[in-house]
């Protein structure tokens, strides 16, 4: 059942005197864009959409097909809680064509197309994430710097973690806009901060991780700091992730779950695991996106770098936690909180459905630590790494039938259009470490 009818949205903007209301979407590239609407056009954007050039947003349509719309999802709406001296709200929307078909580069569109096959599994899915992030300090010009006078570690108290106050303001604002917050915390890397929001239904939770790091740079903003979701900002210091936790839920219950067995994990648990571990490799570039995503996936920071599963130990790309009955999960750690949700969860949708349908069955659970192992001895183990960067990702990925049937012809071109410029940038990028190690030698 909907929460929110448009005579709903209506009523709300006038009674609480709102101004102007956002029209949220994000590209294939997962950044959060917005079309500005005053309170006097609510009624007819409600009723038919917003148009907007298509044309001018990275990985959408050519010039000659630019004419497109928003259909705003009246669930999405909230009111933005710090915007006190002129109220203004948000609608997440679909981006639709001329014709009011859904547009298949909308990455929204993506992630429904995976909410249906499961849908014609029987399943529903729910999804959890841990997003972490940095708090920096800005330099005179207002420009984001990576320095910061929060030196605190894991589970810090202020005054020591000087990114308390902010992370705070952080969560009220959260919960303003209807998120339930479990935890928030200080991570391992100086400045580096964690906060968790309760699991959903998968759509509503890529919408919560988009609305979350709007918000999250929005208070930042104003204690004067800049938030960054880049996965490794600092070196020698942990990165930033977002793990991801999956559930399957059928007839009302965890079809993860199975008290028989010895993890508690079903047949479909494992074989959504399988189908996670066949796939991995072609899906990485959705789940860590940019080049910056492979200086965190390295041995040594706590981030994945094998494909292993373990229901002991946290080295391995999938963790069962702890939890059992109706919270049995599969955990996914490489991904990080540069990725574009709707296509990160998508692809793992996809991945993991594919291991029920062909009955996959995963390796033996790797329980040590994997990153004490030798080279050798995880060859004669049979373990595979994640790609070593984003080069090694892309080819993977461009030769993926698979990924491409999954997330369809148009966002599979773009994205490697894109991906291939990226990539081609940063290897003719002639480095500062370069310069310094190198120039005063040869």
Same mark, same amino acid.
């Given at each position: 059942?909907?929460?929110?009818?448009?005579?709903?949205?209506?009523?709300?903007?006038?009674?609480?005197?709102?101004?102007?209301?956002?029209? #949220? %979407? *994000?590209?294939?590239?997962?950044?959060?864009? =917005?079309? =500005?609407?005053?309170?006097?056009?609510?009624?007819?954007?409600?009723?038919?959409g917003?148009?907007?050039?298509?044309?001018?947003?990275?990985?959408?349509?050519?010039?000659?097909?630019?004419?497109?719309?928003? !259909?705003?999802?009246?669930?999405s709406?909230?009111?933005?809680?710090?915007?006190?001296?002129?109220?203004?709200?948000?609608? +997440?929307?679909?981006? &639709?064509?001329?014709? @009011?078909? $859904?547009f298949? @580069?909308? $990455?929204?569109?993506?992630l429904?197309?995976?909410?249906?096959?499961?849908?014609?599994?029987? %399943? *529903?899915?729910?999804? @959890? $994430?841990?997003?972490?992030?940095?708090?920096?300090?800005?330099?005179?010009?207002?420009?984001?710097?990576?320095?910061?006078?929060?030196?605190?570690?894991?589970?810090?108290?202020?005054?020591?973690?000087?990114?308390?106050?902010?992370?705070?303001? +952080? &969560?009220?604002?959260?919960?303003?806009?209807?998120?339930?917050?479990?935890?928030?915390?200080h991570?391992?890397?100086?400045?580096?901060?964690?906060?968790?929001?309760?699991?959903?239904?998968?759509? !509503?939770?890529?919408?919560?991780?988009?609305? %979350?790091?709007?918000?999250?740079?929005?208070?930042?903003? !104003?204690?004067?700091?800049?938030?960054?979701?880049?996965?490794?900002?600092?070196?020698? #210091? &942990?990165?930033?992730?977002?793990?991801?936790?999956?559930?399957?839920?059928?007839?009302?219950?965890?079809?993860?779950?199975?008290?028989?067995?010895?993890?508690?994990?079903?047949?479909?648990?494992?074989?959504?695991?399988?189908?996670?571990?066949?796939?991995?490799?072609?899906?990485?570039?959705?789940?860590?996106?940019?080049?910056?995503?492979?200086?965190?996936?390295?041995?040594?920071?706590?981030?994945?770098?094998?494909?292993?599963? =373990?229901?002991?130990?946290?080295?391995?790309?999938?963790?069962?936690?702890?939890?059992?009955?109706?919270? *049995?999960?599969?955990?996914l750690?490489?991904?990080?909180?540069?990725?574009?949700?709707?296509?990160?969860?998508?692809a793992?949708?996809?991945?993991?459905?594919d @291991?029920?349908?062909?009955?996959?069955? $995963?390796?033996?659970?790797?329980?040590?630590?994997?990153?004490?192992?030798?080279?050798?001895?995880?060859?004669?183990?049979?373990?595979?790494?994640?790609?070593? *960067?984003?080069?090694?990702?892309?080819?993977?990925?461009?030769?993926?039938?698979?990924?491409?049937?999954?997330?369809?012809?148009h966002?599979?071109?773009?994205?490697?259009?894109?991906k291939?410029?990226?990539?081609? #940038?940063?290897?003719?990028?002639?480095?500062?470490?370069?310069?310094?190690?190198?120039?005063?030698?040869?």
């Open positions: 059942m909907s929460r929110y009818t448009k005579e709903d949205i209506v009523r709300i903007t006038k009674e609480e005197h709102v101004k102007f209301i956002l029209l #949220q %979407f *994000t590209d294939i590239l997962g950044m959060l864009k =917005s079309v =500005s609407i005053t309170t006097s056009q609510l009624q007819k954007v409600l009723s038919n917003c148009g907007f050039d298509g044309s001018s947003i990275d990985g959408f349509v050519r010039i000659e097909e630019s004419d497109m719309f928003l !259909r705003p999802d009246l669930d709406f909230a009111i933005l809680p710090w915007k006190e001296d002129c109220k203004t709200a948000r609608l +997440i929307c679909d981006v &639709c064509c001329a014709d @009011g078909t $859904p298949e @580069g909308d $990455p929204r569109y993506v429904r197309r995976a909410i249906k096959e499961a849908a014609d599994m029987g %399943f *529903t899915v729910n999804v @959890g $994430p841990e997003c972490e992030f940095f708090l920096f300090h800005l330099d005179e010009n207002g420009k984001p710097t990576i320095q910061s006078h929060d030196m605190g570690g894991y589970f810090e108290l202020g005054p020591t973690d000087r990114g308390e106050d902010c992370r705070n303001d +952080i &969560c009220l604002a959260l919960e303003n806009m209807g998120f339930e917050i479990e935890a928030s915390h991570e391992n890397a100086r400045a580096q901060h964690e906060i968790d929001f309760k699991y959903d239904e998968v759509l !509503r939770t890529a919408d919560n991780v988009m609305t %979350f790091k709007y918000v999250v740079k929005s208070t930042a903003n !104003r204690h004067g700091l800049y938030a960054t979701f880049l996965p490794k900002p600092l070196y020698g #210091q &942990c990165g930033s992730g977002m793990h991801t936790n999956i559930s399957l839920f059928k007839d009302g219950k965890n079809a993860f779950f199975d008290a028989a067995d010895p993890f508690g994990l079903s047949a479909v648990a494992y074989q959504f695991i399988a189908g996670l571990m066949d796939h991995i490799k072609s899906m990485t570039i959705l789940t860590n996106p940019i080049v910056n995503s492979y200086k965190r996936l390295v041995p040594g920071y706590e981030a994945p770098v094998y494909i292993a599963w =373990s229901a002991k130990n946290r080295s391995p790309l999938i963790r069962i936690p702890s939890e059992k009955g109706s919270a *049995t999960r599969i955990e750690r490489n991904p990080d909180p540069a990725a574009n949700p709707y296509l990160e969860m998508a793992a949708i996809f991945a993991g459905l @291991g029920i349908k062909r009955g996959l069955t $995963p390796p033996e659970p790797k329980d040590s630590n994997i990153f004490s192992l030798s080279s050798a001895e995880r060859h004669a183990q049979g373990i595979e790494s994640l790609p070593k *960067t984003l080069g090694e990702a892309l080819h993977e990925f461009k030769h993926s039938d698979f990924m491409r049937d999954c997330i369809g012809e966002v599979f071109q773009k994205y490697i259009d894109a291939e410029e990226e990539w081609k #940038q940063y290897r003719t990028r002639v480095s500062q470490w370069e310069i310094d190690n190198y120039l005063g030698k040869y």
